[in-house]
């Protein structure tokens, strides 16, 4: 027995072996995380590398699971991106460490920390979703353009035009959302959706906002948090909450019924775009499509 | 061809991995406690919140080690809880992991309500990434996967303990009275198995995530126990076995590019089933006629 042990122990070496792949890049290849990051990082680089996004469009960062190549794509890229602030989960750790071996973009690192929300002193406890805010998504991508350029002094022309374009349109979105959002809340209604995602939007753009669940996909909504957000939704006349893409919309369904049986009409509309961009040929595949579709859905339900 | 050193460690931790879960897991069996890596998995979640409290960082050492405790107190429950309070063995694994857990929500919806925090994100992980987890020192240097040596430590720890305990580990599983009488402290060896139990799970759910480390601790065992019932014939084959599906599992997880612990869990549930199959007749004819009349004649 302990020969076949051996044997196995041997065979386990020898089969470490792959086949390599003969096909040669073309261009260099960027891998980032999310793909809300890839849509960013695709619009400064344009043509000027590859790509690719670890968690595909629809995947939930929180639920995402490394399948066996995923290793590979790290090791192989030329430059890695990450979003930061703790969305990356446990594999934060991990990107700091491939920092020795790759060049390796933190894209918010440069955020003023007193822009960024936090729920308590302790270091982790901020919030992430920083790209609710159009113009905290900026000063990420700014921050990433210049990075890249450091990295790769060649695409300084590239980057530098790619980047100004860019950040002309975000400003452009971020007036539009603000026009938007800014009616809503002069109407005295307040964005209410599945989990604690719209933070920074409600910041930036002045709305009031309220999530059913927590940061952490597994804290459950408590009965207290949902007969208070009904007598809110009743007192104040909200038109509609809000479903979102990557939760299941079971929650926010009970405070619909629990509306009705209030004798107060409801709609849930949505979903919003939330952690993930939406199908790559849809309205919702870029980063400034899925803005304009949450704002377009919000402005329509809330506003009648 | 090219050797790829990064399959290599992945191979080698889940066979070290795969080892240590099934030397325990013989016994777990034997014992009928199967499911406690499962109950741990889910209990340790009190012990993350209140090491994320201690420490005021979700990546501490004081999470692993705040995990670790409620593991072991998790098995202590479960043990108290059959003996004292003589529930059922599966019933007691049943109250303390949904006990525990639930303390856990409550703790999270009570003091963490704003911060991401649950077991998935702080305390498993993920085998794919282990060759670039590395083990850094104070100086900077570059020792190479961290996790390949909580591993080996693991894996020696696991190894000792059995060669050293096996006398008293057989005795115990299956008459727990006869190794009273011989002045085995049955209560003793049981509790140093389950701070094992723990231990290795903790330790492993940091490096491979739980489903991989609860199948590792049921599945292989018990295939094995389906070709041989001469406890160290047992044990080997659970070591063989354990290898063979991390091999397997692997590079079925890399022609597919899916998660390696998902696939290397299937290839062990498929050799299962397999060996089930194959060995059917007897299966039945053991479990259907011989087994049942003895156990009768007992109680009669």
Redesign the interface.
């Known amino acids: ?1 302990s020969r ?2 051996i044997f ?2 041997c ?3 020898f ?6 792949n003969p096909e040669e890049r073309l261009k260099p290849q960027i891998v980032v995380t999310t793909s809300i990051l890839a849509d960013g990082i695709r619009n400064l680089v344009g043509d000027a590398a590859d790509v690719v996004a670890l968690m595909p469009a629809g995947v939930d960062p ?1 639920l995402y ?8 794509l ?2 192989e890229a030329d430059i890695v991106l990450y979003h930061g602030l ?1 969305l990356e ?3 934060t ?2 990107f700091e ?2 920092s ?1 071996r790759k060049d390796l973009i933190n894209v918010s690192e440069n955020i003023p920390t007193e822009l960024l929300l936090r ?7 901020v ?2 979703h920083i790209w609710f805010d159009v113009k905290l998504w900026s000063m990420a991508m700014d921050h990433a353009a210049a990075e890249l350029i450091l990295i790769n002094p060649t695409w300084e022309t590239i980057i530098s035009a790619n980047s100004k374009s860019y950040q002309a349109q975000l400003a452009e979105l971020d007036q539009a959302t603000k026009l938007k959002i800014t009616e809503l809340s002069k109407s005295n209604q307040a964005l209410i959706t599945a989990h ?1 995602a719209f933070a920074y939007f409600g910041k930036a753009y002045g709305i009031e906002v309220l999530g059913l669940q ?7 909504p ?1 009965l207290r948090d949902l007969t208070g957000l009904i007598k809110f939704i009743v007192q104040r006349d909200i038109k509609a909450v809000f479903a979102e893409q990557t939760i299941s919309p079971k929650a926010i369904q009970a405070v619909v019924a629990g509306c009705e049986s209030q004798n107060h009409q409801i709609k849930l509309a949505g979903p919003l775009y939330t952690d993930s961009l939406g199908d790559p040929e849809g309205e919702a595949g870029t980063y400034i499509g899925m803005v304009h579709t949450n704002v377009s859905v919000i402005f329509q339900s809330l506003i009648q | ?8 460690l992945i ?2 931790t889940a ?1 070290m991995i795969a080892i240590s879960c099934g030397l325990l897991g013989v016994f777990m069996m034997l014992r009928k406690m199967s499911m406690t890596g499962d109950a741990i998995s889910h209990a340790v979640l009190p012990g993350i919140v209140i090491g ?1 409290f201690v420490s ?4 501490g050492l004081e999470v692993i080690i705040g995990a670790g405790i409620l593991g072991i107190l998790a098995t202590l429950m479960i043990d108290w809880l059959r003996r004292k309070a003589r529930v059922q063995l599966d019933a007691s694994i049943g109250i303390t992991f949904t006990l525990l857990f639930a303390i856990g ?1 409550i703790l ?2 009570l003091l ?7 077991q ?3 305390l ?3 085998i ?2 282990l ?4 083990w ?1 020192t104070k100086s900077g240097l ?1 020792m190479g996967p961290r996790i390949l040596y909580l591993s080996l430590l693991n894996l020696i720890l696991v190894t000792a303990f059995i060669i050293l305990f096996f006398k008293e580990l057989k005795v115990t599983s299956f008459d727990e009275n006869f190794s009273k009488v011989i002045g085995i402290p049955a209560g003793l060896i049981n509790l140093s198995l389950m701070s094992m139990v723990s231990y290795t799970t903790v330790s492993s759910f940091e490096a491979v995530g739980a489903i991989l480390v609860v199948a590792l601790l049921v599945v292989p065992p018990a295939t094995a126990f389906l070709w041989t019932r001469k406890l160290k ?1 047992l044990i ?1 084959l659970t ?2 076995l354990g ?2 599906i ?2 397997v599992g ?2 079925l ?2 022609l ?5 612990a ?2 290397i869990v299937s290839v062990a549930g498929i050799a299962f089933l397999a060996s089930a199959l194959f060995k059917s007749k007897s299966f039945l004819s053991r479990f259907g006629t011989s087994r049942q009349p003895e156990s009768l004649k007992k109680i009669v």
């Open positions: 027995m076949l042990l196995l122990l065979t386990s070496l089969l470490a072996c792959k086949f390599e929180h699971k490394a399948s066996a190549r995923d290793l590979d790290l090791l703790f989960g446990k594999m750790e991990i460490k491939l020795l729920s308590g002193p302790e270091a982790h406890s919030d992430p604690d927590g940061l952490s996909t597994l804290s459950e408590g | 061809m090219s050797f790829d050193q990064n399959a290599f191979i080698i066979a994320f005021g960082s979700q990546r929500i999270i919806n963490a309500y704003k911060v991401d925090l649950d998935e994100c702080v498993y992980g993920e794919a990434y060759p670039i987890d590395l850094l570059n014939l080997q070591i063989v290898i063979g991390s091999i692997y590079y997880a890399y597919f590019d899916s998660s390696i998902g696939m």
